[in-house]
């Protein structure tokens, strides 16, 4: 057989040997990640992914920005879990959960949470914490089911007047994230995302800057913006980001929200006001504060304060500022359990005296 012929089975072969390669890592990965958390199956067969720490209550539930899972949570949910029981997990599509099945709006994924909580036995009320994209779902959440909710937290939450179909100008944003996640998934497929992940996560990083390089400036500005916030994860965390993001189904879970977002922000956008629970929002200093009147629409309550020090990761970036407002919203919670319970007791005395 000539030199050339060799060099043709060689290149035909590469395909082969990197879909064994990427189905090798994958199950791997699992084997080695999963543990960490567990599985809650629900009614329909899917599987979602749930890290608990902590006990007592209320529960604090962490919902993630649009493409994150349960890792971003991990340094503030050890902290927040000192001081009552708390709840991470991968919406379907995304980490360890099974593929999506249904549109990635608000109330189809607050369908999916809630049932998770309760196949999971973790009962309400719950305090919410959304992060960006999440900041649309815990909303929702407590929409629908405020007795549920003892408060929300929202951390530099999506706007939905920067998206379409509210503002068209960004349309072009989120085609190009669709495109780039069609991208992710075929070089996720052959193992070529875990090569170029394994290099920007644990190693030199050399192959994954050469081929942000070849992308040109787009590429050099995400491969910057993900190597500086995944650098404020504990590094434990780095190899189970490097897993996600090796998975194909990542990227088809990620073209998912993104390709939901017009539906998620009609949606959201007439959403009615959060008009008896509490309200938190921690804006990013690098954003403009929300006005008087973008607050009320979120709720006639809310309280707006700007993590000075952060950027679009606030609980990154200023953990202990997201931790005390944690904090504030589970001793309000608390004071508010007592004044009824006391009510409760003081209505009840005069029926026993009779």
């Excluded at 804006?283 to 973008?294: F, H, N, V, Y």
């Excluded at 000075?308 to 504030?328: C, F, I, K, Y």
Aim: net charge positive; with cysteine; hydrophobic share 45%.
């Amino acid at each position: 057989m000539g030199h050339w012929s060799w060099i043709v089975l060689a290149l035909a072969a590469l395909p082969a040997a990197g879909w064994f390669y990427q189905a090798a890592g994958g199950l791997r990965d699992r084997r080695r990640f999963l543990r960490s958390g567990r599985l809650v199956r629900l009614g329909d067969g899917q599987q979602l992914y749930m890290v608990e720490m902590g006990s007592g209550g209320p529960s604090v539930i962490f919902e993630s920005g649009i493409a994150a899972t349960s890792q971003n949570w991990l340094a503030l949910q050890r902290e927040a879990s000192a001081l009552t029981h708390t709840v991470s997990y991968d919406r379907s599509g995304l980490g360890f959960s099974g593929a999506c099945r249904t549109e990635r709006t608000p109330t189809l994924l607050v369908r999916e949470l809630r049932e998770m909580l309760l196949q999971a036995g973790v009962p309400p009320p719950y305090v919410l914490v959304g992060h960006s994209f999440g900041g649309l779902v815990v909303r929702r959440f407590a929409g629908l089911h405020p007795d549920e909710v003892a408060g929300v937290v929202l951390l530099d939450a999506m706007r939905t007047e920067d998206w379409p179909p509210v503002n068209d100008t960004s349309a072009a944003v989120l085609a190009r994230g669709i495109r780039l996640t069609r991208v992710g998934q075929e070089f996720a497929r052959f193992g070529a995302a875990r090569l170029v992940i394994t290099s920007l996560l644990r190693r030199s990083g050399r192959l994954s800057r050469a081929v942000g390089r070849a992308a040109g400036n787009g590429g050099m500005h995400v491969l910057d913006r993900v190597t500086c916030e995944v650098g404020k994860m504990p590094r434990e965390v780095w190899p189970v980001v490097a897993a996600h993001w090796s998975s194909p189904g990542y990227y088809r879970g990620m073209a998912a929200h993104l390709r939901a977002v017009p539906a998620s922000v009609r949606e959201m956008h007439q959403a009615v006001p959060l008009a008896e629970l509490p309200v938190v929002l921690l804006t990013a200093g690098t954003a403009e504060p929300l006005s008087e009147s973008a607050l009320r629409r979120i709720s006639p309550h809310a309280q707006q304060q700007v993590a000075e020090r952060s950027g679009h990761w606030v609980h990154l970036d200023q953990p202990e500022l997201v931790l005390e407002t944690v904090r504030a919203m589970l001793d309000h919670a608390h004071s508010g359990a007592m004044r009824a319970a006391r009510i409760h007791t003081e209505e009840s005395i005069p029926m026993q005296e009779a």
